[in-house]
T-cell receptor
Framework: GAGVSQSPRYKVAKRGQDVALRCDPISGHVSLFWYQQALGQGPEFLTYFQNEAQLDKSGLPSDRFFAERPEGSVSTLKIQRTQQEDSAVYLC???????????FGPGTRLTVL | EDKVVQSPLSLVVHEGDTVTLNCSYEVTNFRSLLWYKQEKKAPTFLFMLTSSGIEKKSGRLSSILDKKELSSILNITATQTGDSAIYLCAVVKNTGANSKLTFGKGITLSVRP
């Protein structure tokens, strides 16, 4: 596709439910990033993939958060046993190898009730 | 700890005004600084600044980096209502292939007709 796409665009979950958020990066982009953006804040780094390898997961806030990119293209961010503090916009970004400019998807707005 | 601070946090102006948005940073191994515009969707890339003192320009927008002062400004001249958005500043460190972005909180700009 022409840009980074994410689905769903909106997700409402009851506390305790598991959710899965999908990211389709720009074709050919080696690097993929996930960010979490709380209301009124800038995006904060969660995790980074280079192809299928997860090279940095230092930003994942707890072991309830898990990300994968098994074939080096589409990535899924999974949140288990969601909590209210997980409510945020989850942004995915991709870039060509080491270009420095990340291109963002529209995000998934997660609301945990 | 790496830090990116943007000011002011919000700004209201009238169409035709000129605005200056500020970003300062404290990071080790600085590589580049990026500006993004965020409306109710994906952050869209505006500028990437690597060298000090070289102005980058795109239409009514321009930006410059001052590595001595560890800061950058984004100028918008002859503002239009379509410039209303959140403007995000982010820095990239020189840590090999991992180009994760450290963002400021963003500046909310409202342009009134």
């Amino acid at each position: 596709g022409a840009g980074v796409s994410q689905s769903p665009r909106y997700k409402v979950a009851k506390r305790g439910q598991d959710v899965a958020l999908r990211c389709d990066p720009i074709s050919g982009h080696v690097s993929l990033f996930w960010y979490q953006q709380a209301l009124g804040q800038g995006p904060e780094f969660l995790t980074y993939f280079q192809n299928e390898a997860q090279l940095d997961k230092s930003g994942l806030p707890s072991d309830r958060f898990f990300a994968e990119r098994p074939e080096g293209s589409v990535s899924t961010l999974k949140i288990q046993r969601t909590q209210q503090e997980d409510s945020a916009v989850y942004l995915c970004a991709s870039l060509i190898w080491d270009s420095g400019v990340q291109f963002f998807g529209p995000g998934t707005r997660l609301t945990v009730l | 700890e790496d830090k990116v601070v943007q000011s002011p946090l919000s700004l209201v102006v009238h169409e035709g005004d000129t605005v200056t948005l500020n970003c300062s940073y404290e990071v080790t191994n600085f590589r580049s600084l990026l500006w993004y515009k965020q409306e109710k969707k994906a952050p869209t890339f505006l500028f990437m600044l690597t060298s000090s003192g070289i102005e980058k320009k795109s239409g009514r927008l321009s930006s410059i980096l001052d590595k001595k002062e560890l800061s950058s400004i984004l100028n918008i001249t002859a503002t239009q209502t379509g410039d209303s958005a959140i403007y995000l500043c982010a820095v990239v460190k020189n840590t090999g292939a991992n180009s994760k972005l450290t963002f400021g909180k963003g500046i909310t700009l409202s342009v009134r007709p």
